[in-house]
């Protein structure tokens, strides 16, 4: 069976699309048949970061408007047969996206992989929302940070909301991917201890990814990290992000906390009941 995976964090500059690539990368190194599909029309980047940038020829509005068949458009990654990319139009608006067409190519692409990484725009409005709109299961990125873990706080209630399975009262799993981390900077307050983001969201912790030189080096290269480095820190986390996302390892033992407000739970006041 298929999985629909979103990638998505309210806040811009978070490492959705870095994110996205390197989960691709090491879900399809793991054996498993993925694509990871570009939703930011008119900023296009996932292209850039998995070295592709110069093979796109017809993208996902293309196929969405029926001026492109679906195998035109994918690209098939060079270094793994069982990766692809399908990407966003550059010189499109997301207006472009209906849901309609949208979900006509999830659900040829279900057909035709076992993993569909959906790299959410920042935000919350039109590109966002479709991006998330068919998913099966959600990967939230957040950054240690007070302005990052609210946008999250925002996305999450969006996801319970806002998608296919949950107007069908149906589970949607949601996973924290918590990104930039340094422990010593949150030993020394200077960014958000891993304990004090996951009261706040109350979302299972699918991994830790250190901040590292080794994430940009990689997407200047065009390449993801866990194809660039798989030793390095980063990528081991990402493939133990992809092995927990594949059911190879149990989650957290203990239940995740009940949610509280960001600014009731920063300043020691819960939310007032609506």
């Known amino acids: 069976m298929s999985n629909v995976l979103v990638v998505t964090s309210g806040k811009g500059g978070v490492g959705k699309t870095t994110s996205s690539a390197a989960l691709g990368a090491a879900l399809a190194q793991a054996g498993q048949n993925v694509v990871v599909v570009d939703f930011d029309v008119g900023l296009r980047?996932?292209?850039l970061v998995m070295g592709a940038e110069r093979r796109v020829v017809f993208d996902l509005v293309n196929v969405v408007q029926g001026d492109a068949k679906?195998?035109?458009a994918l690209i098939r990654d060079k270094r793994l047969e069982n990766l692809s990319l399908l990407p966003a139009s550059?010189?499109?608006?997301?207006?472009?996206?209906?849901e309609a067409g949208v979900g006509r190519v999830i659900e040829e692409l279900r057909g035709r992989f076992d993993w569909i990484v959906c790299d959410s725009p920042a935000g919350i409005e039109k590109g966002a929302t479709l991006a998330m709109r068919f998913a099966d299961i959600a990967v939230v990125v957040a950054n240690p940070e007070?302005?990052?873990?609210?946008?999250?706080d925002r996305i999450i209630?969006?996801?319970?909301?806002?998608?296919?399975?949950?107007?069908?009262?149906?589970?949607?799993?949601?996973?924290?991917?918590?990104?930039?981390?340094d422990a010593a900077r949150a030993a020394?307050?200077?960014?958000?201890?891993?304990?004090?983001?996951?009261?706040?969201?109350?979302t299972p912790l699918l991994a830790i990814?250190?901040?590292?030189?080794?994430?940009?080096?990689?997407?200047?290269?065009g390449a993801p990290v866990?194809?660039?480095?798989?030793?390095?820190?980063?990528?081991?986390?990402?493939?133990?992000?992809?092995?927990?996302?594949?059911?190879?390892?149990?989650?957290?033992?203990?239940?995740?906390?009940?949610?509280r407000g960001l600014m009731s739970r920063l300043f020691g006041r819960r939310r007032a009941a609506a």
């Open 146 to 152: 007070v302005s990052s873990v609210r946008d999250s």
């Open 70 to 72: 679906l195998p035109q």
């Open 45 to 47: 980047n996932l292209d």
């Open 226 to 259: 866990t194809l660039h480095n798989p030793g390095s820190a980063v990528a081991r986390a990402y493939a133990q992000a992809a092995r927990r996302l594949m059911g190879q390892e149990a989650g957290d033992a203990a239940a995740p906390p009940e949610r």
């Open 90 to 98: 550059q010189t499109r608006d997301k207006d472009a996206l209906t």
């Open 157 to 181: 209630g969006l996801l319970d909301s806002k998608t296919r399975r949950a107007e069908a009262g149906e589970r949607l799993d949601k996973h924290l991917l918590l990104t930039r981390y």
């Open 209 to 221: 990814v250190p901040e590292s030189p080794d994430v940009l080096t990689a997407s200047n290269l």
């Open 188 to 202: 020394r307050g200077e960014m958000m201890k891993v304990e004090d983001v996951l009261e706040i969201l109350a």
